[in-house]
């Protein structure tokens, strides 16, 4: 008996959870939804939208050559101006430069340095006062046996981070490579005095 009961209560059961599983098959939409496309394209092909019959006005205004007396010659200059100072635009990303020197700092660890040296600079094209690139690119290059950049990079990073974590040390290298004297006159006469 209590075996039947049990099936009874499991198959009612299952009806009800299979009934209010069923999708909803009232094809009208919400009060805040949208008509479906289909809907919205017979909308429009029967009345046309508002904003197809209005024609945007795109002459300047009555006032503007009174307003603006040389904007006509500034036009003209700019477009005949070849020889700008803008030569070349790289996008200004900070989380890819981060990435770059990450993976820069793996090939470091492993001695690559040619590889880290090149994940550097591409950090440093995403973001061109990047102190920490600049004071990575010093240690591949002191690292390759190259002081004159090394010494370039190490004065970049105390420009842009005179009093910065990484300071002391690249005040190190530097006075290192002073005293080695493999670079000579950009050495001494270029190393800044924080």
């Known amino acids: 008996m209590s075996r039947i009961l049990r099936a009874l209560l499991a198959s009612s059961l299952l009806i009800a959870w299979s009934v209010a ?3 909803v098959t009232d094809k009208s939409p919400g009060q805040n939804q949208s008509p479906p496309r289909s809907e919205r394209d017979k ?10 019959s209005t024609k945007i006005d795109i002459s300047p205004p009555a006032d503007d050559a009174k307003q603006h007396p040389n904007s006509s010659t500034a036009v003209s200059d700019a477009e005949d ?17 981060g990435k770059d020197i990450e993976i820069g700092d793996f ?3 492993r001695k690559n ?9 591409d950090a440093l094209l995403w973001k061109s006062n990047d102190a920490l690139a600049n004071f990575r690119i010093a240690q591949c290059w002191e690292k390759l046996d190259d002081p004159a950049q090394a010494v370039n990079h190490y004065q970049e990073y105390l420009k842009i981070l005179p009093h910065g974590p990484l300071s002391q040390e690249a005040e190190k290298s530097l006075e290192k490579l002073k005293a080695s004297g493999s670079e000579g006159k950009n050495v001494t006469e270029g190393s800044p005095k924080p």
């Open 21 to 23: 599983q069923e999708p």
């Open 43 to 52: 909308e429009a092909d029967s009345v046309e939208s508002s904003s197809r």
């Open 81 to 97: 101006d070849g020889d700008s100072d803008v030569q070349e635009l790289h996008a200004w990303d900070p989380h890819k430069a």
């Open 107 to 109: 090939y470091f660890k």
């Open 113 to 121: 340095f040619r590889a880290a040296l090149a994940r550097y600079q």
